[in-house]
């Protein structure tokens, strides 16, 4: 049974469709959204091995004119000189701006390709594919795009909102243990910040198996949470900055260990308990928060800790993050688990105790 989810912003409003082996139906789900015949993939080689051939299969069986694209995997595709293939192949494709782009992959191609569609031609339509837990709940959705510059994470970017969003839940059971932590983080943070019940839920599943046994009512609940705030916040000018609790402390631990050490999952579940352990410290957390989720960290068996955060690097890599207005530094804090308010810093916060 399809689970579907509308995101409205008027002329901008899309859906996503949350289904097991949705793939077997692209092209009925696709027509109903875009008119047209020419299709362009844009994937990765460790996705396009399981799942390129199937999904082209279908769109030929539909009636569409398909090319694509196959990038290495990993965060160090997301660059500018990535782009400049893809706009070639596009070009050799012909692509016009009636044609519609796919993004079939994890965050990185999401944000790539998303970036790709929002800047060729001045802008065509695409649909996303995510295919893994962190981008179903979380990249897929809010027309974010981007990609990374030496300096930092998502410095280039724009907002792009895709036209469809199709999430087949069946793709994670190929994904690694790791690969689901992953995305897992970015699914305990919405509890975290926005709903307890849904945080106290998460707290009692155990395994893989528990996770993937309720994975419809996980990418469902995540999905529409994220979904209240874009509506209310599409440009991340207020509400939607909430959503980038952890985040700050993220891309700066992600961009020191030169996106190699931890994924982004992992930085953001250290982002998570390190900025509230300093939160308590600094009395703007009520006491035992870092703790709880400390636990659940625990419980999933992921990174919590890497130390002292005042490292020099990262405070570097912080001070050039895209949420810094002038010398004013916006940081998401908990009151408590469930709620969550924007806080007005600097740097400094974090070396104050």
Same mark, same amino acid.
């Given at each position: 049974?399809?689970?579907?989810?509308?995101?409205?912003?008027? #002329? *901008?409003?899309?859906?996503?469709?949350?289904?097991?082996?949705? +793939?077997?139906?692209? &092209?009925?789900?696709?027509?109903?959204?875009?008119?047209?015949?020419? $299709?362009?993939?844009?994937?990765?080689?460790?996705?396009?091995?399981?799942?390129?051939?199937?999904?082209?299969?279908?769109?030929?069986?539909?009636?569409?004119?398909?090319?694509?694209?196959?990038?290495?995997?990993?965060?160090?595709?997301? &660059?500018?000189?990535? $782009?400049?293939?893809?706009?070639?192949?596009?070009?050799?494709?012909?692509?016009?701006?009636?044609?519609?782009? !796919? @993004?079939?992959?994890?965050?990185?191609?999401?944000?790539?390709?998303?970036?790709?569609?929002?800047?060729?031609?001045?802008?065509?339509?695409?649909?996303?594919?995510?295919?893994? +837990?962190? &981008?179903?709940?979380?990249?897929?959705?809010?027309?974010?795009?981007?990609?990374?510059?030496?300096?930092?994470?998502?410095?280039?970017?724009?907002?792009?909102?895709?036209? +469809?969003?199709?999430?087949?839940?069946? /793709?994670?059971?190929?994904?690694?243990?790791?690969?689901?932590?992953?995305?897992?983080? #970015?699914?305990? *943070?919405?509890?975290?910040?926005?709903?307890?019940?849904?945080?106290?839920?998460?707290?009692?599943?155990?395994?893989?198996?528990?996770? +993937?046994?309720?994975?419809?009512?996980? /990418?469902? @609940?995540? =999905?529409?949470?994220?979904?209240?705030? /874009?509506? #209310?916040?599409?440009?991340? @000018?207020?509400?939607?900055?909430?959503?980038?609790?952890?985040?700050?402390?993220?891309?700066?631990?992600?961009?020191? %260990?030169?996106?190699?050490?931890?994924?982004?999952?992992?930085?953001?579940?250290?982002?998570?308990?390190?900025?509230?352990?300093?939160?308590?410290?600094?009395?703007?957390?009520?006491?035992?928060?870092?703790?709880?989720?400390?636990?659940?960290?625990?419980? %999933?068996?992921?990174?919590?800790?890497?130390?002292? !955060?005042?490292?020099? &690097?990262?405070?570097?890599?912080?001070?050039?993050?895209?949420?810094? #207005?002038?010398?004013?530094?916006?940081?998401?804090?908990?009151?408590?688990?469930?709620? =969550?308010?924007?806080?007005?810093?600097?740097?400094? %916060?974090?070396?104050?105790?």
């Amino acid at each position: 049974m399809a689970k579907k989810i509308h995101v409205n912003l008027n #002329e *901008k409003s899309y859906d996503i469709i949350i289904k097991e082996d949705i +793939l077997k139906s692209l &092209s009925e789900e696709i027509k109903k959204v875009y008119k047209g015949e020419k $299709l362009f993939i844009i994937t990765d080689d460790i996705v396009a091995r399981f799942y390129l051939d199937k999904v082209i299969n279908n769109l030929k069986d539909g009636g569409f004119s398909v090319d694509y694209i196959i990038l290495p995997n990993g965060e160090k595709t997301k &660059s500018i000189e990535s $782009l400049e293939p893809i706009y070639n192949a596009l070009i050799d494709f012909n692509m016009t701006r009636k044609d519609m782009i !796919i @993004t079939l992959g994890g965050g990185v191609i999401g944000d790539l390709g998303g970036f790709v569609a929002s800047t060729f031609l001045r802008g065509v339509g695409f649909i996303q594919i995510p295919t893994t +837990l962190l &981008s179903q709940v979380d990249s897929s959705v809010g027309g974010k795009v981007a990609i990374d510059l030496k300096k930092g994470k998502n410095l280039v970017g724009s907002f792009h909102q895709p036209k +469809l969003v199709l999430i087949d839940t069946n /793709v994670l059971t190929t994904l690694s243990l790791r690969n689901i932590k992953d995305g897992l983080a #970015e699914v305990i *943070k919405y509890g975290l910040i926005f709903d307890k019940d849904f945080f106290e839920f998460l707290s009692n599943l155990k395994t893989k198996e528990d996770i +993937l046994n309720n994975i419809e009512h996980i /990418v469902y @609940t995540s =999905c529409n949470l994220k979904r209240i705030v /874009v509506e #209310e916040d599409e440009k991340d @000018t207020g509400e939607r900055m909430k959503l980038n609790f952890g985040h700050t402390l993220a891309h700066g631990i992600e961009a020191h %260990f030169n996106y190699e050490k931890y994924t982004h999952g992992e930085a953001v579940a250290i982002g998570m308990y390190e900025i509230t352990k300093h939160s308590e410290k600094l009395g703007l957390t009520s006491k035992g928060v870092s703790d709880k989720i400390k636990d659940i960290l625990i419980n %999933f068996d992921m990174e919590y800790d890497i130390g002292a !955060i005042n490292n020099d &690097s990262i405070l570097s890599h912080i001070s050039s993050d895209k949420k810094n #207005e002038g010398k004013v530094l916006n940081v998401i804090l908990l009151n408590e688990i469930g709620k =969550c308010y924007i806080h007005k810093t600097n740097t400094q %916060f974090f070396k104050d105790e």
